[in-house]
Every structure is written in C-alpha cells, then in structure tokens.
C-alpha cells in the first residue's frame, strides 16, 4: 500500500508565496513521476505540474514563471513552490504519485488527500 500526504497549504496574500510538499511512503520499487493537480468546487481537476524521475518538468501555462516543481528522490518527496499568487490560483492541491511495485511492471498511481490553497485579494 502507498501512501500520499501533502502539506503546507494555508491562507496567503495576494502576490505572497507558499511552498507545498507531497510526500510518498509505503511499499514500492521506485517512483516515476509526481504530479500536482488542483481543483475549485464545481471546475474540474486541472493539472498544474509535474516533475518526471529524470527531473524533466512541466508546467501548465497559467503558473509558468511563478510555479516551481522539485523533487527529493532520497525523502520520496516532491515541491510545489508558488510565487506571486492571484487569488485565481485558490483551490484545493493534489499531488499524484506515480510508481513501479516490479522493475518493469506497470505504472500505478495514488492520490494524496489534497490540501487548501486561499489566496486573498
């Protein structure tokens, strides 16, 4: 069983900063990528960004240049660090952890439990 716990949402400025963790336990070979995703009420899950094993990154377009993923593989941790926010970027954040249980078997993937992100005007 895997598990995945974010932290470090709270309640912030328009034009501040918070940084999000995601961190990944239980039993697995190796994890291949982790993702950050959000959501508002009655909007869908988007994807905001995601940081592959070989450290290859994505961002979606609406947090290029403010949003920073990174990741530590020896804690099984990854970051999410968010600079000048808008209060556009309120929403619950998600982390996906995406792993291997065999050297070659299939990807699976575990969701975290979210947390909250205001962002005041």
């Known amino acids: 069983q895997v598990q995945v716990a974010e932290s470090g949402g709270g309640l912030v400025q328009a034009g501040g900063s918070l940084r999000l963790s995601c961190a990944a336990s239980?039993?697995?070979?190796?994890?291949?990528?982790m993702a950050w995703h959000r959501q508002v009420p009655g909007s869908q899950r988007e994807m905001v960004a995601y940081?592959?094993?070989?450290?290859?990154?994505n961002y979606a377009d609406s947090v290029k240049g403010r949003f920073t993923v990174s990741g530590d593989s020896a804690k099984n941790t990854a970051y999410l660090q968010m600079s000048s926010l808008k209060p556009e970027d309120t929403a619950v954040y998600y982390c996906?952890?995406?792993?291997?249980?065999?050297?070659?078997?299939?990807?699976?993937?575990?969701w975290g439990q979210g947390t909250q992100v205001t962002v005041s005007s």
């Open positions: 996906k952890t995406m792993y291997r249980l065999t050297l070659f078997g299939r990807i699976y993937d575990m």
């Open positions: 239980g039993s697995f070979l190796s994890i291949e990528a």
């Open positions: 940081i592959i094993s070989n450290g290859t990154t």
